[in-house]
């Protein structure tokens, strides 16, 4: 079992940054993912990192997001500039560790001015 635990989420004006942290209750060896869900939509992949450090992101964020990953401190943070309106919505951080899906219980970020 494995819990996974979003903080860092706020209002921020559009142009603005967040940081956001996800922390596992385990070690985990496998590629942790940020996705997200804005109201009325589906939730949608934002990126990804594995336990290298190989990161990969959706076009809509890319080279204005970074992923990076703490293996010591089994944590995973989104680091997130430039941010638009359309950024609004619940980041949510998911691993498949051992064959099971986990998510965290996600957090809220409203881009708005």
């Known amino acids: 079992q494995v819990q996974l635990v979003e903080s860092g989420g706020g209002l921020v004006h559009p142009g603005g940054s967040l940081r956001l942290s996800c922390e596992a209750s385990t070690t985990i060896f496998k590629t942790m993912i940020w996705y997200r869900q804005a109201p009325g939509k589906q939730r949608e992949w934002v990126g990804d990192i594995s336990r290298s450090g190989f990161t990969n992101y959706a076009v809509a964020v890319k080279g204005r997001f970074t992923i990076s990953r703490d293996n010591a401190k089994n944590t995973v943070s989104l680091q997130m500039n430039s941010l638009k309106p359309e950024d609004t919505a619940v980041y949510y951080c998911?691993?498949?560790?051992?064959?099971?899906?986990?998510w965290g219980q996600g957090t809220q970020v409203t881009v708005s001015s």
């Open positions: 998911n691993v498949n560790n051992g064959g099971n899906n986990y």
